[in-house]
């Protein structure tokens, strides 16, 4: 009899986690790396969130708390969905959980039977594909060109729909690309729901506060209401309150379905940390200026990177409008060999060989079902990041034929 679960043979480790290992382990040993690869801010967590969640340890409110989140937050998080979107969501909507994963994870395997579809958009954050196959369900990829913006339009929806799709899985802005839809592109992909009744829409809205050049981010719900009744609004503190260890993330959805994923995660995790709650309930309900002041840098960051990049030989880099991932393509370097001796035949390749030679770790575009491009996290220093594209351009620079 085997030990190990059937079930894990659908999944792989998570890509972006492993490289992200791989350069601590080359910086431990004494190598000079520059880590490009984690999806983290670099922002301390603020003194006020911090400070309340040192108060929550005094005042011992260190118990279990409801599977679902504390009152207190789940309010909390309804008010911000009225805020930020103009969502209007009753506490027993919202669901509070482990980080935003654990809200993907609680839908979908609360949901998908064997068999069942999800259509997820491409280039996609890593985990999509492998939470639904755990689930036992079938992911479907659907790849958004670099020339629409890496955004999925409404025909590619359509055709994507099948008697057994169930979830449509949204991100925006998009991890790995920083894409953001807009209220009107959003508007045709909500006509074309409408028409497929049976279509959930899983929203992912964790980068929605990090967005430029004035772009207004808009989210399902509030451009079609009449989809209310079956999509999940899945947000959280990790990127916009640079709080990824706290692991707090949320949901806003029908109550059949957060009844489901309550049910679900009692019998897994139970409640979220009681010290994360009270500082996320701190996040969400008290000063927000911290953020615009982060969004402010990560733009300055995100400039100099598209221009160095677009300086680099064989690469072309795309200014994103929200998050702080670039994914430029480097078709321009395939068929080529590094000054090290490395040849160049597939992204793989090209990171590998870029962290070997340079020193530089990034995520290659097929960990996010794209090939021919990778991914550069911004959320670091500046001076590492002129560093790390000084040493990119090195790099392609030195292919040769």
Request: a neutral charge; one cysteine or more.
């Amino acid at each position: 009899m085997d030990l190990i679960a059937a079930r894990l043979d659908r999944i792989s480790p998570s890509q972006t986690i492993a490289i992200s290992t791989k350069a601590r382990e080359l910086k431990a040993a004494g190598r000079d790396i520059i880590s490009l690869s984690a999806g983290e801010p670099d922002f301390d967590t603020p003194a006020n969130i911090k400070q309340a969640a040192i108060r929550a340890i005094e005042q011992g409110q260190t118990k279990y708390t409801d599977v679902a989140g504390t009152p207190a937050l789940r309010r909390a998080v309804a008010e911000r969905f009225r805020l930020d979107s103009g969502l209007d969501y009753t506490s027993d909507e919202i669901i509070v959980s482990s980080g935003g994963k654990q809200v993907i994870y609680n839908a979908m395997v609360a949901t998908i039977n064997p068999g069942d579809e999800a259509i997820i958009p491409a280039p996609c954050w890593v985990s999509y594909p492998d939470i639904v196959a755990l689930a036992e369900g079938t992911p479907v990829v659907v790849p958004c060109m670099a020339e629409h913006g890496f955004k999925m339009r409404p025909a590619d929806l359509e055709a994507a729909i099948t008697p057994r799709t169930k979830w449509l899985l949204l991100n925006s802005p998009n991890n790995p690309t920083g894409a953001a839809y807009s209220a009107a592109e959003l508007r045709g992909l909500c006509d074309v729901l409408l028409r497929h009744p049976d279509v959930w829409i899983l929203t992912d809205d964790i980068y929605d506060k990090l967005v430029y050049d004035g772009f207004r981010p808009a989210t399902i719900v509030q451009v079609e209401p009449r989809l209310r009744d079956r999509t999940i609004t899945m947000n959280g503190v990790s990127k916009a309150y640079a709080m990824t260890g706290w692991r707090i993330g949320f949901a806003g959805a029908p109550v059949e379905l957060i009844r489901a994923m309550n049910k679900l995660q009692g019998q897994s995790t139970s409640g979220p940390s009681s010290i994360s709650q009270a500082a996320a309930l701190e996040a969400l309900s008290g000063p927000q200026d911290f953020i615009a002041e982060m969004v402010a840098t990560y733009q300055q960051r995100r400039d100099l990177v598209v221009s160095m990049l677009n300086q680099a030989s064989g690469l072309h880099c795309p200014t994103p409008e929200g998050a702080f991932y670039v994914f430029p393509s480097l078709r321009g370097c395939l068929g080529r060999t590094s000054a090290g001796g490395a040849r160049i035949d597939s992204d793989r390749d090209f990171v590998t060989a870029l962290l070997d030679e340079e020193g530089v770790a990034a995520v290659h575009g097929s960990a996010f079902m794209f090939a021919g491009h990778f991914r550069i996290s911004y959320a670091t220093d500046t001076e590492s990041l002129k560093e790390a594209c000084l040493r990119i351009q090195r790099f392609c620079g030195g292919l040769r034929r």
